[in-house]
């Protein structure tokens, strides 16, 4: 069995300080397959209950802590599931990390910046898989510099005012050849516009590095359906999932 790991906020269920976990149930849909509810993180996702194991990961929050904090979190949840996959009947060798907004900001940061998981005796390569979902925050002091006045200062708040800090905390400047960085989904909302260009130039970065990218957009979605759709009927960034997580377990 595979492992689907996805940051997800915390709304007090679960107060994440060290070897943060959450398994969520399974519910019986109404064609007998199993789903997989995920909270915010990258909303109802129907797998297999005979392939998968989902794990909903909780993270604590800016100003309580800060983001590099936020995604040592998610390094000490994706080690957590490493050690006791089995447990659980998955494997640790087939771990995939996804995440919604802020958590795919967290995904794809601990996916190409490879501190956070050496620091839990970790490597990039013991991730076989990242799906982040409609983020604008792969190039953040691009993402402060194309923002208006007022909006700069709310998106550059999290990340602090030191360009040096935001480059730090960007997905995008840890991309480099031979570091064994997982191949990548990226989804995002069609028409938003941040989202679309730094997807594309994320993927781009990625490509040159010679690590697998595919950008998909969410045509129809906004910011919210993009995710509490993963999983319906003929949704398109669904299927792009599903073929991405096939794709790469026949590969391996």
Not at 204 to 218: E, I, R, T
Request: aromatic residues 6%; glycine residues 8%.
């Amino acid at each position: 069995m595979k492992v689907l790991a996805t940051p997800a906020p915390t709304f007090g269920e679960l107060q994440v300080e060290t070897d943060a976990h959450l398994v969520r149930g399974l519910e019986p849909s109404s064609d007998g397959r199993r789903t997989f509810h995920a909270g915010l993180a990258v909303g109802p996702l129907v797998l297999d209950a005979a392939l998968f194991v989902f794990v909903s990961v909780n993270y604590r929050f800016v100003p309580q802590v800060t983001v590099k904090e936020m995604t040592g979190d998610i390094a000490k949840a994706i080690k957590w599931v490493h050690d006791n996959a089995k447990e659980y009947g998955g494997s640790p060798d087939t771990i995939f990390v996804a995440g919604h907004s802020a958590g795919a900001h967290l995904a794809a940061l601990v996916c190409t910046d490879d501190c956070y998981l050496k620091a839990e005796t970790l490597s990039l390569s013991n991730i076989k898989g990242c799906i982040p979902v409609d983020t604008a925050a792969y190039d953040i002091p691009s993402k402060v510099k194309n923002a208006g006045l007022l909006r700069s200062s709310m998106n550059a708040s999290p990340f602090g005012d030191n360009e040096a800090d935001q480059k730090q905390l960007s997905p995008v400047t840890h991309v480099a050849k031979d570091k064994g960085i997982p191949p990548f989904l990226i989804l995002h909302v069609a028409d938003r516009p941040d989202s679309t260009a730094q997807s594309q130039a994320f993927a781009k970065a990625l490509m040159a590095a010679g690590v697998q990218a595919k950008v998909v957009p969410g045509e129809g979605k906004n910011h919210g359906t993009i995710n509490r759709d993963l999983g319906l009927p003929n949704d398109g960034p669904t299927k792009a999932v599903f073929e991405f997580l096939d794709g790469l377990l026949k590969g391996r």
